[in-house]
């Protein structure tokens, strides 16, 4: 796209990007990283937003992308758990053990104290720390 739109080869666009992320992270500090990352989270939401509404009533709203995607892979396609049997696999190629086990795995790292959090000072407790004067270093 960018050689497209600028005429420049893939890999002198991606020096030059490289360039300028290493400049204002190194003048900025973390904090215009930090700016940078919010300001593209705001961008990508201002498009992601009407692309979907836009694709959405391109395929005649939700009823009309749920109508398509089961006529195209099957009745549990639209959801999670539908064909999860011991030893099937669902539409989205996940068994039943699979999904638990992956839902337990996000809890553990929501609640482990283990897990390097904003503003978390102290030393490291939990199932992974173990070893004398294991710390983890304060997130700054």
């Not at 669902?90 to 553990?108: E, H, M, S």
Request: hydrophobic share 50%.
């Amino acid at each position: 796209m960018v050689e497209a739109l600028l005429g420049w080869p893939e890999w002198v666009a991606i020096v030059v990007a490289g360039f300028f992320v290493l400049a204002y992270i190194t003048l900025g500090g973390l904090s215009s990283a930090i700016y940078n990352e919010v300001l593209q989270f705001f961008v990508i939401l201002a498009a992601l937003i009407p692309i979907t509404v836009l694709g959405l009533r391109s395929v005649g709203g939700w009823d009309g992308l749920s109508d398509k995607l089961t006529a195209s892979h099957g009745d549990n396609f639209m959801t999670a758990w539908g064909g999860t049997g011991i030893g099937s696999d669902n539409p989205l190629g996940a068994n039943w053990l699979t999904i638990v086990l992956g839902l337990f795995f996000l809890l553990w790292l929501k609640l482990s104290p283990t897990v390097p959090r904003y503003g978390f000072r102290g030393p490291a407790r939990g199932p992974l720390a173990s070893g004398p004067g294991m710390t983890v270093s304060p997130c700054r």
